[in-house]
């Protein structure tokens, strides 16, 4: 039966295909923008200077400084470069951090953003921005920083190595797995993740075997999109609250952390959210335990399993225990400490998820 809902869609244009970089100029254009600041990683460089390139005069300038969770210092000279430069836009390339910078500009400035996403973390698909200050993270969210236009080119995300592009796809993964179960969950975003989760779990293990395989970097960039789309739509629960504590309390890498976090969340969740199960069992066919299944794809694609692995220490245990606690959301299940801590004791330790 289909319970009562609210849905809001998103503005969202989306050019998507191998070889779409080269539609850019034509994207650029339809919004009426002259000069637009390129933004990206500084070992995404060679890929900002193709894409000013392939912009020609309508490129005013590359800022190669982008950085995992927006630094307010970068924030502040990317802004003050825009406005120097009488940008009247930015193209975001790159990761989350690249198009987070651009949502800081548009934030302060409302200059609009193209983004131009090369891993599979989804943040082209939302109006969340970011800002890290003094070693903590603020959030919210604004539809002036949604990204106007989308240009999904599975060719720039040949050059993402094995190990990243599994942990990237984990991380889509686990917006599909919390929208599913989310308290604002609706048939149509359901359906979204059902088939983000099914196209990414088929697209990984061929991405990892061939990296160049244009086909399988395109299945896995479609499921990046849906589940971006997720994000964009529903609540994040139990699984984003831990992995945004261990990332700003701990300074754990974003997409690996969601790696080995995801299976124990959802264990954790799977006995509350019987819906959410089923979906999840048939998007990775047929399965009974979704998440025990997650966990082992992650493991046979050669993905980090432990918080152990990733540099934390297990006398962290009880603090990030307590600040996934301390404020109330919604959740499936109800959230203890006690749960919890067990819950982070098996992720620190690399155990196989249970529902403890
Ligand atoms: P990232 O953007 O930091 O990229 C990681 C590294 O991979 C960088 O060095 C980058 O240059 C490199 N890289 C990216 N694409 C590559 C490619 N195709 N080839 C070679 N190297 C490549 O990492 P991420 O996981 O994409 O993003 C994480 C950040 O995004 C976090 O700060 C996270 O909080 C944020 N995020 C925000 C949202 C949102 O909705 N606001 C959603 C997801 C993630």
């Known amino acids: 039966m289909i319970r009562g809902f609210t849905y809001q869609a998103l503005p969202m244009r989306v050019v998507f295909g191998a070889g779409a970089l080269a539609r850019l100029p034509e994207e650029v254009a339809a919004l009426g923008l002259d000069r637009v600041l390129v933004l990206c990683s500084p070992e995404q460089a060679d890929t900002g200077k193709l894409v000013a390139e392939a912009l020609g005069d309508r490129a005013a300038g590359v800022l190669a400084e982008a950085r995992m969770h927006v630094p307010i210092e970068v924030a502040t000279q990317a802004r003050a470069l825009a406005a120097e ?42 109006p969340v921005w970011g800002l890290t ?12 920083v949604l990204p106007r236009s989308v240009l999904y080119d599975a060719e720039l995300t040949c050059t993402l190595p094995a190990g990243m592009s599994v942990t990237s796809g984990m991380n889509a993964m686990a917006h599909a797995v919390e929208g599913l179960y ?31 395989d244009l086909d399988a970097r395109s299945d896995a960039q479609y499921a990046a999109w849906l589940c971006g789309g997720v994000l964009a ?3 994040m629960s139990l699984h984003h609250k831990l992995c945004h504590a261990l990332g700003g ?23 509350a959210a019987p819906d959410a199960v089923a979906a999840l069992s048939r998007a990775l066919g047929g399965v009974d335990d979704p998440a025990g299944e997650l966990w082992t794809l992650a493991g046979r694609l050669g993905a980090p399993r432990s918080l152990r692995e990733l540099g934390m220490a297990e006398d962290d245990v009880p603090r990030i225990a307590e600040l996934a606690v301390a404020n109330p959301y919604a959740n499936p299940r109800p959230v203890t400490l006690e749960g919890v801590t067990a819950l982070l004791r098996a992720a620190w330790a690399g155990e196989p998820p249970a529902a403890g």
């Open 85 to 126: 430069l009488g940008a009247d836009g930015c193209v975001a390339v790159g990761g989350g951090s690249a198009i987070g910078l651009g949502k800081a500009i548009a934030l302060e400035h409302g200059l609009p953003v193209i983004a131009v996403p090369t891993t599979y973390a989804g943040s082209e698909m939302t």
């Open 133 to 144: 200050e003094a070693g903590a993270k603020r959030t919210g969210r604004d539809e002036r």
């Open 182 to 212: 989310a308290p604002d969950a609706t048939p149509i975003i359901s359906l979204m993740a059902e088939e983000g989760v099914r196209a990414m779990a088929g697209a990984l293990p061929r991405v990892v075997a061939d990296g160049a």
């Open 233 to 235: 739509a529903t609540t």
């Open 249 to 271: 309390t701990l300074d754990l890498p974003h997409a690996q952390t969601h790696t080995v976090v995801l299976p124990h969340a959802l264990a954790f969740n799977q006995p």
